[in-house]
């Protein structure tokens, strides 16, 4: 069953606060994910999620740009 809450950081609109609820990917880009901050249960908040344009996350004290195929990865829930 999955659940309905869950959906990728993609989908979610710009001033928006989430929750990693998981990371569908490899280890490289596992990694490279947790060197930036971005792993389960971390809060986010979406800067920006505006076509054409940068997806804009703040994770902590830091503000991340990641590409659109990156973010369709990163699994979220609600707060």
């Given at each position: 069953m999955i659940?309905?809450?869950?959906k990728p950081l993609s989908v979610i609109k710009s001033g928006a606060t989430v929750k990693?609820?998981?990371?569908n990917a490899g280890k490289g880009l596992n990694a490279k994910l947790a060197s930036m901050?971005?792993?389960p249960h971390v809060k986010i908040?979406?800067?920006n999620n505006g076509h054409p344009g940068p997806f804009v996350?703040?994770?902590k004290?830091?503000?991340?740009?990641?590409?659109r195929g990156m973010a369709?990865?990163?699994i979220v829930c609600d707060v």
């Amino acid at each position: 069953m999955i659940d309905a809450a869950l959906k990728p950081l993609s989908v979610i609109k710009s001033g928006a606060t989430v929750k990693v609820a998981r990371i569908n990917a490899g280890k490289g880009l596992n990694a490279k994910l947790a060197s930036m901050g971005l792993f389960p249960h971390v809060k986010i908040k979406v800067i920006n999620n505006g076509h054409p344009g940068p997806f804009v996350i703040a994770v902590k004290d830091s503000k991340v740009a990641l590409g659109r195929g990156m973010a369709n990865k990163i699994i979220v829930c609600d707060v």
